[in-house]
């Protein structure tokens, strides 16, 4: 099990960026695979990005192009990079590590982008 813990969400005026972190409590060198999902009020979760721990990446066709995933082993934290953000792109933002079958989940960090 790993605790998560995001942070860099804030308010941001469409077309602008923001640095979401995914701090985790132990090494994620291991992780099989870390992702962001998020969530908008009214709405199911849905999945934004993931990275393996090979480095690879998979987006969801509104990231494409906009969000980058990455993660810094030594750092223990995974990050999305998001630009040309939209008011459609609010929402409070999840990260998620899956390893040997075990899904954890951090708390959460609200996105709010104005038009």
């Known amino acids: 099990q790993v605790q998560l813990v995001e942070s860099g969400g804030g308010l941001v005026q469409a077309g602008g960026a923001l640095r979401l972190s995914c701090a985790a409590s132990r090494d994620i060198s291991s992780i099989f695979l870390m992702a962001w999902y998020r969530q908008a009020p009214g709405k199911q979760r849905e999945f934004v990005a993931r990275?393996?721990?090979?480095?690879?990446?998979g987006y969801t066709d509104s990231a494409k192009g906009r969000f980058t995933a990455s993660r810094d082993n030594a750092k223990n934290t995974m990050y999305l990079q998001m630009n040309g953000l939209k008011p459609e792109d609010t929402a409070v933002y999840y990260c998620q590590s899956i390893e040997r079958g075990v899904v954890d989940w951090g708390q959460g960090t609200q996105v709010t982008v104005s038009s």
């Open positions: 990275i393996s721990s090979g480095g690879n990446t």
